[in-house]
């Protein structure tokens, strides 16, 4: 799953973060306050399991003092997230199962009392778990995916999974799917557009599995 961090850090310029070794394309920077500067709160968050201590940032090519590196949840900070599961019939059988699993193992590890949604995307995207903090009824709903049918409308349940969200939250859409877009009444550029009404928080992305070639995008918050 992917952990966030608030790292408050001294500096006047550009932020270039550093990872060791092949964690490097693992770190997104989600959200910089500059309400205090010269201190700055970053919002980071990791794909992979990274330890905080391993973070370092550079300004201009130089290391930055890092004040200290704390977990999101351990702050007055919050995030939610909607997993949103292709449906279509492209996943019929052993991928839908996969998909299924790797969403319950993710729901396993969040942290208690992150909300958590579910949407399936096929020719009619369907929410069958609003946000709730019962990480047991999103295992239920998770649970009782079953079948698949025509189209994968992915923009289409993007734009549904961002009309679930509400409040200051750093808001999340995970898609898990196998491809392309195919079908949907909604743009590439809808889909953001959508995500900015939804209140997505500064830097919401939506990532597709590894598989696909449906390109991850971001969406800003909007003014």
Known sequence: MRKLL???????????????GSAQDAVHIRQADTTKFPLVGVTVS???????????????????????????????????????????????????????????GFVEKLPAGIPVGVVTVDSEPTVVQELTTDHAAA?????????????THLYDGVALASKMFSGDAQHNVVMLTDGTDVGSTTSFHGAIVAAKVGGCSEDCKFCPSPSTTTPPFRASKPS
Not at 6 to 20: D, H, N
């Open 6 to 20: 608030l790292v408050p850090v001294a500096l006047a310029a550009v932020l270039v973060w550093a990872v060791p």
């Open 46 to 104: 990791t794909d992979t399991g990274v330890l905080p201590t391993t973070i370092t940032v550079l300004e201009n090519g130089h290391p930055v003092k890092i004040l200290s590196r704390t977990s999101l949840t351990q702050t007055s900070g919050s995030f939610d997230v909607v997993l949103a599961i292709d449906t279509s019939n492209s996943v019929a059988g052993s991928p839908l199962q996969a998909a299924i699993a790797a969403a319950k």
């Open 139 to 151: 295992l239920t709903a998770i649970q009782g995916i079953s079948g698949t049918r025509y189209g």
